[in-house]
């Protein structure tokens, strides 16, 4: 993720695993240190499909915090 400065404007979303491959579903929009808050706070199977993406790049979540 390029961006990475904590009031960076991100979305959080999560991809579901949905039958036609899924549909993402946006938790959050807003600074990114919201949003690692938000992510945080999801169960285990939720932040598995979690997604940030700022105006120039898309992250995993677990590959943000893994790293």
């Given amino acids: 993720m390029r961006t ?3 009031d960076a404007t991100v979305r959080l979303y999560h991809l579901d695993g ?7 579903n ?3 929009y807003g600074p ?3 949003a ?3 992510a945080a706070q999801q ?7 979690l997604y940030l993406a ?13 790293g």
């Fill in 54 to 66: 700022t105006d120039n790049d898309v992250v995993a979540w677990l590959d943000l915090i893994e």
């Fill in 4 to 6: 990475t400065y904590q």
């Fill in 18 to 24: 949905g039958p036609e491959g899924g549909a993402a």
């Fill in 36 to 38: 690692m808050q938000i």
């Fill in 26 to 28: 946006t938790l959050f």
């Fill in 43 to 49: 169960s285990e199977e939720v932040q598995q499909g």
């Fill in 32 to 34: 990114l240190s919201e």
